[in-house]
Nanobody
Framework: QVQLVESGGGLVQAGGSLRLSCAAS????????MGWFRQAPGKEREFVGRISSSGIMRYYADSVKGRFTISRDNAKNTVYLQMNSLKPEDTAVYYC???????????????WGQGTQVTVSS
């Protein structure tokens, strides 16, 4: 069992930066690949990026590539989402999730956090 808690969301102006954190409970965190997803109002939840259990491999959605960076600290049971050059269209609730299979499909993720709101003003 893994419990995930996101933090770091807030209101930021376009062009600004935010860093989200996702703290995990449990001693098996380092065995899970981690993903970030987001859901904007009136839209379906979408994939943002993922990182392998070791932290070596990362993969991003085209919409955030070059602006967002995922990292993890297995000693701290935490995964991060650094978001730079934010745009109003990045406004969404951001979720972290854990999977034992490093994929993009949401239904392959076993554990989810409660989400944190990111609002980007123009």
């Amino acid at each position: 069992q893994v419990q995930l808690v996101e933090s770091g969301g807030g209101l930021v102006q376009a062009g600004g930066s935010l860093r989200l954190s996702c703290a995990a409970s449990g001693r098996t965190f380092s065995s899970y690949a981690m993903g970030w997803f987001r859901q904007a109002p009136g839209k379906e939840r979408e994939f943002v990026g993922r990182i392998s259990s070791s932290g070596i491999m990362r993969y991003y959605a085209d919409s955030v590539k070059g602006r967002f960076t995922i990292s993890r600290d297995n000693a701290k049971n935490t995964v991060y989402l650094q978001m730079n050059s934010l745009k109003p269209e990045d406004t969404a609730v951001y979720y972290c999730a854990a999977t034992q299979v490093a994929v993009t499909r949401q239904d392959r993720y076993d554990y989810w956090g409660q989400g944190t709101q990111v609002t980007v003003s123009s």
